[in-house]
């Protein structure tokens, strides 16, 4: 064995030194699909100790998207003259009757951007068209976006928007724990969304419902070591916010950052699909910016077509109330080549991080 | 002269198009068999059996860091061969060109495509041009069909023959070729050091025969990548495959782009490695030989067939010692922030 | 949610920077880290740099690592 396998084991062990003390099994939820996947990755599901069990969160900006917000996207692309910049993650997500990707490829005009920077770069490169960035994500990407915003009022630029279907993190953890039907006894939390918003948020949470929340990178050593410190939480029987991601997360976060997302958004109530209404768990455009809204420019409404496929279950997988398996349609229905719902399809959903890597 | 262009008039039979075939094709492809010009080639095989394969290339950009598509277009159907225990002895050439293609990069290519069928030891044999209106085509698309000779006597090379206790090897980095092009692509400007892998492989796999390795399968992971055709291999052998994710040979370029975009690297094409299943008694002796070789001074054993089976997957020994399954992706991979 | 990656700052340019990472550099916004030096630690999402890596607490996380092998050793 070399060195790092020889590090990593003796990590592994001193998780199950730590688990060896628990009286019952332990339900941690890693609330990022980053997390979600990373943990599937490295195949950590199966090495953990079996009192762990861990709980795929609905911290996947795509998977948490209603269906209807897509086929608005969808319905966007349809119009002359308008550029659909989006993420890569959104191109095949189903929408009820298409998707961005079929879209593209009957000949709309839909762009994969990296960064929201160059969605605006092209709205410089087209006068002539108007390009409609997709506003999805959580506080690691939202404020990317507002900066883009600032940009484009500092510019005066007139054919630039945003599709704004933004989410916040601290709302449906709350909304978790406080749901009679699942036993949350530990988070992990999101590392790079906390590196925007810091501990200090989390505070409330645990304060409230004394719960162990444990701020995490994303290597396989980070996953383990902040499994190690939730479970030592639980067994001292604490619920506090610690941060295991010291290297980015602080405890204010980064408050430029900050700053400008307030500028830039309003907090609102939001949809999270298979859940339902968050009472201010969404982000929309301050009056001010308001004139970058895609849906006040085009007066988007949801399409009279717009429902949820049937039998979806991915609502019920992003509370953590089943597992991708005890879905009926899991891969017999649902696949990644016939996706009904986003849990499968996004690069980061539970239903496809257990479909394409779990044994 | 700089900036001629292939026209309609190039395609259509008349002076023009024999004025490229003399001064393009001829010039740099000549050969006994080609320069008679007739309608076919005539060939005398001498062989007891014959591998036979076609391959398009409709690669963009055109000219890439290691390489270009005339370069490509050699190595992809030689490697198929080799890949099946052949000698590469004959090729065919299908250019399709737009119009509006610069002769000069045109002749780039075809200068390209004569040293690369030289380093393989393949004549051009037959060959066919057309052009197309701007538009229809990018730029240049190219057909390949090679013919070779199969050498490995022992035992047949195939997809189908992967046994158990077989050992995996791959005769170096993976994920090369994909970034190479990535990098060029327009909005992504990734300034990286790296190039495509594109080479001709068949001399290196006929050393391992020559040398008797016992090779039960061999494929080039080109689209796809290797998780890719260690699945066709697993399926189609009906075993399980387990590989050691810290064996297998990955630049660390490589794996910085797929951090920043969010790839996988085991589903990177490469245009100039093979994957080499072999028994396992064999694994030292074959390890040796490639790394003597230019183009498999890197090579690793990264993992074995394991057990027969009638659900065939492929499972990755992660590095921290967890498990996962190598899926088959369902298309390309997209840039993500997710 | 967030795909990041750690990367150095090579070069500052206005409000971007030429960040390496590993042997591949990308030009990123810096406008969120606003005050990062060349030669410093950023972290990476969407081309944004969104925090800067204290390399001190990057070591002490290696060093955890090197201490718990020792112990178990």
């Known amino acids: 064995m070399n060195y790092m396998k020889k590090q990593n084991k003796s990590l592994l062990d001193a998780v199950f030194a730590e688990a060896a003390v628990l009286k019952r099994q332990i339900n941690i939820m890693e609330v990022c699909g980053t997390h979600t996947m990373a943990i599937s990755r490295h195949g950590l599901r199966r090495i953990l100790p079996c009192k762990i069990n861990l709980i795929s969160g609905p911290g996947c900006p795509v998977c948490v998207t209603p269906i209807d917000e897509i086929d608005k996207a969808i319905e966007l692309a349809k119009i002359q003259n308008v550029i659909i910049a989006t993420f890569g993650d959104m191109m095949r997500v189903p929408g009820t009757k298409s998707t961005l990707s079929k879209q593209k490829s009957v000949g709309r005009d839909i762009r994969i951007v990296y960064s929201a920077f160059d969605a605006l770069a092209l709205a410089k490169k087209n006068m002539d068209k108007n390009v409609v960035l997709l506003g999805i994500g959580f506080e690691t990407t939202s404020p990317t976006i507002a900066l883009t915003i600032v940009e484009a009022a500092k510019r005066k630029t007139k054919n630039f928007f945003v599709l704004p279907e933004f989410k916040v993190v601290i709302p449906p953890m709350e909304a978790l724990l406080s749901d009679k039907d699942i036993r949350l006894d530990g988070f992990l939390a999101p590392g790079h969304v906390s590196a925007i918003i810091g501990a200090k948020p989390y505070k409330y949470i645990t304060d409230k419902y004394k719960v162990p929340c444990v701020i995490s990178g994303f290597e396989a050593e980070d996953v383990l070591q902040s499994i190690m410190m939730i479970i030592r939480q639980f067994n001292h029987n604490e619920g506090k916010v610690e941060i295991q991601y010291k290297r980015v997360v602080t405890y204010k976060g980064n408050l430029r950052a900050q700053q400008i997302m307030k500028k830039v958004y309003k907090t609102v109530d939001s949809n999270w699909r298979g859940i339902g209404i968050i009472h201010d768990s969404g982000l929309a455009l301050s009056e001010k910016y308001r004139d970058f809204d895609a849906t006040k420019k085009f007066n988007l409404k949801t399409p009279k077509y717009s429902k949820e496929p049937l039998g979806c279950r991915c609502g019920d997988v992003l509370k953590g109330y089943m597992t991708p398996k005890q879905c009926p349609l899991f891969s017999k229905k649902c696949t990644p080549a016939s996706p009904v719902g986003a849990c499968m399809v996004s690069s980061e959903g539970t239903c496809a991080a257990y479909y394409k890597y779990d044994i | 002269m700089e900036n001629e262009i292939i026209t309609l008039a190039h395609g259509s039979g008349g002076n023009a198009s024999l004025k490229l075939i003399n001064n393009y094709i001829k010039k740099y492809f000549s050969n006994k068999v080609l320069n008679k010009m007739e309608d076919a080639a005539v060939l005398d095989l001498k062989a007891k059996k014959i591998a036979m394969t076609t391959d398009s290339f409709v690669i963009s950009p055109i000219f890439f860091a290691g390489g270009d598509i005339g370069r490509l277009s050699i190595c992809g159907t030689v490697n198929d061969l080799a890949a099946m225990g052949a000698r590469p002895i004959y090729i065919t050439v299908g250019l399709i060109l737009e119009e509006g293609l610069l002769l000069k990069d045109l002749e780039k290519i075809i200068i390209s495509m004569k040293k690369t069928a030289d380093e393989a030891g393949v004549i051009i044999v037959a060959g066919d041009t057309k052009v197309v209106n701007r538009g229809k085509a990018d730029k240049i698309f190219i057909n390949t069909t090679g013919i070779g000779k199969i050498i490995s006597n022992k035992n047949e090379i195939s997809s189908s023959n992967a046994k158990s206790g077989d050992s995996l090897i791959i005769t170096g980095s993976i994920g090369d070729h994909e970034v190479a092009i990535l990098k060029e692509r327009e909005g992504l400007e990734l300034k990286v050091k790296i190039c495509s892998d594109t080479a001709p492989l068949n001399k290196i796999i006929e050393k391992l025969l020559k040398n008797k390795v016992w090779i039960d399968a061999m494929r080039d992971p080109t689209r796809g990548g290797l998780a890719t055709i260690m699945n066709e291999i697993a399926l189609s052998s009906g075993v399980d495959i387990e590989i050691d994710e810290s064996k297998v040979p990955i630049k660390a370029t490589v794996v910085s782009v797929c951090d920043i975009l969010g790839f996988d690297p085991f589903y990177l094409a490469n245009e100039g490695k093979m994957l080499i299943i072999c028994h396992k008694s064999h694994e030292k002796k074959a390890l040796k030989l490639l790394r003597s070789t230019k183009y498999g001074r890197n090579a690793q054993i990264i993992g074995r067939v394991t057990e027969k089976s009638s659900k065939p997957q492929v499972v990755l020994k992660t590095r921290i010692g967890g498990e996962r399954i190598l899926f088959i992706t369902e298309g390309e991979q997209l840039p993500r922030i997710c | ?73």
């Open chain 3, 1 to 73: 949610m967030c795909l990041a990656v750690p990367g150095k700052v090579i070069k500052l340019e206005k409000e971007f920077a030429h960040v390496n990472f590993n042997g591949v550099t990308k030009k990123i916004n810096i406008q969120l880290v606003p005050d990062i030096k060349k030669g410093e630690y950023c972290l990476v999402h969407a081309g944004f740099a969104i925090e800067k890596i204290d390399k001190d607490y990057a070591m002490e996380a290696q060093s955890y690592l090197n201490e718990l092998y020792e112990k178990t050793k």
